[in-house]
């Protein structure tokens, strides 16, 4: 027998091959899972497209209505004014605008210069504002770090060490910071909303 090869025919019946691991394929169109899964997922859609509508809604309704100042504060061009009844130094008048979450007043042009000027309609009162003498430069800074504008504001008085700006109703000058006088808060004017009712 030697050198002899002996071949066979194996005939193996499918029955008999190892099964595969992976599940057969569903057709795409069948949902796996409970009933009541699909029922529930179907259900968060449509929570889902009502919560957006809503939202949608609401914003439509709702508009950007006046602008409002707080209490006691008076509105002029896109500003809230405080004007103060007590007297206090310049730094204590800083001070105080800051507790009230505002600043002491910037004059960004001659027309917001006119409107608050007419507001103080008495040439006696003295009013500070945010705008001092720099120790370095002797120029008037105001405390937000730009430089007056000489064209805007035509300040009497010298710009000396420890000179702080005050208006009235006639007259910008320049005093010691030591002096008290009244003075004048600024913030922004805040927007609110104002909804809009539908005819029914």
Known sequence: ???QVTYADLSVSRNCLPKSSSPPSLPQDVCQGPLWHRFALKLCCVGVMLLTLTVIGLSASERPGLLKCPLDWLPIQ???LFFSRTFKSW???LA???TKESSLLLIKDQ???RLI???ISDGGILYWIGLNCTLSEKK??????SFSNS??????GNAEENSCVYISWTQITSESCEVENKWICQKELKPTRKKVCSAS
């Open 1 to 3: 027998m030697d050198g």
């Open 78 to 80: 896109e500003k809230c």
């Open 91 to 93: 730094n204590d008048s």
């Open 96 to 98: 105080d605008c800051s």
């Open 111 to 113: 027309e917001e210069l």
């Open 117 to 119: 000027q007419n507001e």
């Open 140 to 145: 008037w800074k105001w405390i937000n770090g």
């Open 151 to 156: 064209n805007i504001l035509k300040i009497t």
